[in-house]
C-alpha cells in the first residue's frame, strides 16, 4: 500500500527565505508526481506535474525535483513571499487517476 | 478552463438528514469524477470513483450505502451523504479529469458539512 509522507508538517521562514519542502513515497512504482496548494477551507491548487520518467519541473519561482528510485520528491520554492502562505500537498498517481495525499506542509511566511 | 465548482460551499444539518453535495465541471465533459473527504489537519482521502453512466467505484472501507454517489451527466456528479451523523462532518472535495487525459485532476472548492 502506498504511503506518502510529507516533512516539515509545519514551517515558518521569514518573508525572502529559499526553501525546500519534502515528499516521500514507499511504493516507486508510480505514474507521476503532483504538487498542491491548498488554502485554508478551500480546494486544491495545481502547481507542478512531473512525470515518472521526469527529473524536475519549474514554474516561476517553483521548482520540483523527483527520484523515484529513491522514493523522494522536493519543492523548491525561492525568494518566499507572504503571499506563498498555504499547505502544500504532495500526491502520487499510483496508475488508474489514484491519487494519494501526503499529510502536508503548512507553510507561513512572515513580512 | 477546466473549471469544477461544489455546491453547497458550506452546509449544516441535523444528525440522521441526508444532504446532497454538487460537483459540475463547468468548461469541459468529465467522464470520471472523483470524491475525497478530508478531515481536520489531515489529508485528502479517496473515497470513491465515478464514471458517468455506471456505478461508483468505492475505495475501501468506505460505505457504498451511506455515500451514495449518481455521475448522470458528463458535467455532474453528486454525493448524498445519508442519516448523516457528527462523525460525518468533514471537508468534501471533488475532482474531475479531462476525457483520454491520465495527468491531471481538476479540484473543487470544497464542501464543508457539519452534521450536529
Known amino acids: 500500500k502506498q504511503e506518502v509522507t510529507q516533512i516539515p508538517a509545519a514551517l515558518s521562514v521569514p518573508e525572502g527565505e529559499n526553501l525546500v519542502l519534502n515528499c516521500s513515497f514507499t511504493?516507486?512504482?508510480?505514474?507521476?508526481l503532483q504538487w498542491f496548494r491548498q488554502d485554508p477551507g478551500k480546494g486544491l491548487t495545481s502547481l507542478l506535474l512531473i512525470q515518472s520518467s521526469q527529473r524536475e519541473q519549474t514554474s516561476g519561482r517553483l521548482n520540483a525535483s523527483l527520484d523515484k528510485s529513491s522514493g523522494r520528491s522536493t519543492l523548491y520554492i525561492a525568494a518566499s513571499q507572504p503571499g506563498d502562505s498555504a499547505t502544500y500537498l504532495c500526491a502520487v498517481n499510483t496508475g488508474f487517476q489514484k491519487l494519494v495525499f501526503g499529510t502536508g506542509t503548512r507553510l507561513l511566511v512572515s513580512p | 478552463g477546466a473549471v469544477v465548482s461544489q455546491h453547497p460551499s458550506r452546509v449544516i444539518c441535523k444528525s440522521g438528514t441526508s444532504v446532497k453535495i454538487e460537483c459540475r465541471s463547468l468548461d469541459f465533459q468529465a467522464t470520471t469524477m472523483f470524491w475525497y473527504r478530508q478531515f481536520p489537519k489531515q489529508s485528502l482521502m479517496l473515497m470513491a470513483t465515478s464514471n458517468e453512466g455506471s456505478k461508483a467505484t468505492y475505495e475501501q472501507g468506505v460505505e457504498k450505502d451511506k455515500f451514495l454517489i449518481n455521475h448522470a451527466s458528463l458535467t455532474l456528479s453528486t454525493l448524498t451523504v445519508t442519516s448523516a451523523h457528527p462523525e460525518d462532518s468533514s471537508f468534501y472535495i471533488c475532482?474531475?479529469?479531462?476525457?483520454?487525459?491520465?495527468?491531471?485532476?481538476?479540484f473543487g472548492p470544497g464542501t464543508r458539512l457539519t452534521v450536529l
Open positions: 511504493d516507486s512504482a508510480i505514474y507521476n
Open positions: 475532482s474531475a479529469t479531462l476525457p483520454g487525459s491520465q495527468d491531471t485532476q481538476y
